[in-house]
């Protein structure tokens, strides 16, 4: 397989990059295909969109950053007519955004509030959007993402709107203001799904006041096992092929940054996983 493009997951990577694996995930967080051990460095990553060397299809494989790579037919899978190579690289954000909503069981009417508005937020708010008559805040202290919310159709702030009485709530950034932000927004015995990965970070869970008398619920979604609600009938592969099927829609390029070329990642990424503002999803291209 030649690699065309390869999806930088920022918030995974940059605690790979970091050395914050705990030693007791290590196992867990092995990327598929992944060469060496943790801690840093290994060759990582889950999202590479390519053309096979005997059909010359367009498919996609969860595998390393790798220019060319040999990968069994049952680990590729193929991306559809509708779906240009660039924006395939999104497939694996968009496949934890739905197995996210799945968690939630959202369902129409309901309003819902995601906390943090980056690629997988966004997607998951892409998402609820195509339930009938649902209503999705996007809640992020950059700004510049209320176009994103805008342009799905979704309303947008810096901070929890007043009042904070969501049907459904995610929690997509990564920081612990982040998660009292998400648990303030729900409603009484109302689900707060977490979708952060906190690698070795501490964050701290605020417990008290009425979090106990509004009886709320902190739900964990991880896309290393298909949803419980849908885990009877689909595999992770028809997850995967789902998960390509909906990015068939140009709306989604704007979670796309420019592609940086392969092999300037080395000069590049550092500057990515450090930046305070970073994109929602930095391709790589090798042509």
């Known amino acids: 397989m030649t690699a065309l493009f390869s999806g930088i997951s920022r918030g995974t990577e940059a605690l790979v990059y970091r050395g914050q694996v705990p030693p007791s995930q290590w196992d867990r967080m092995r990327a598929p295909m992944q060469a060496g051990t943790f801690p840093f460095p290994v060759k990582y990553g889950y999202s590479l969109v390519g053309r096979r060397s005997d059909t010359d299809a367009l498919c996609f494989v969860l595998h390393p950053h790798q220019d060319v790579c040999t990968v069994s037919r049952d680990q590729v899978v ?53 339930i009938p008559e649902t209503r999705v805040h996007l809640i992020d202290c950059q700004p510049s993402r209320a176009d994103i919310a805008t342009a799905f159709g979704c ?55 009425d979090f106990h008398a509004r009886r709320l619920q902190l739900i964990s979604s991880q896309v290393g096992h298909v949803a419980k609600p849908m885990r009877h009938r689909v595999t992770h592969r028809e997850r995967l092929e789902t998960a390509l099927k909906l990015l068939n829609n140009s709306i989604l390029d704007r979670l796309l940054a420019e592609p940086i070329r392969f092999e300037d990642a080395p000069r590049d990424l550092p500057a990515v996983f450090s930046s305070a503002q970073p994109p929602l999803c930095q391709p790589l291209a090798y042509t």
């Open 155 to 209: 309303t947008f702030s810096e901070n929890p709107p007043e009042p904070t009485e969501f049907d459904s709530v995610f929690h997509c950034s990564g920081t612990g203001g982040g998660l009292a932000a998400a648990l303030r927004c729900a409603r009484t015995e109302g689900p707060v799904v977490e979708l952060s990965w906190y690698g070795t970070q501490a964050v701290p869970v605020y417990l008290g006041e």
């Open 78 to 130: 193929d991306v559809p007519e509708d779906v240009p190579p660039l924006r395939a690289v999104l497939a694996s954000n968009m496949e934890t955004a739905l197995n996210a909503v799945w968690d939630a069981q959202i369902l129409p009417a309901q309003r819902v509030a995601i906390v943090g508005a980056g690629a997988v937020g966004s997607l998951i708010a892409f998402l609820c959007k195509q």
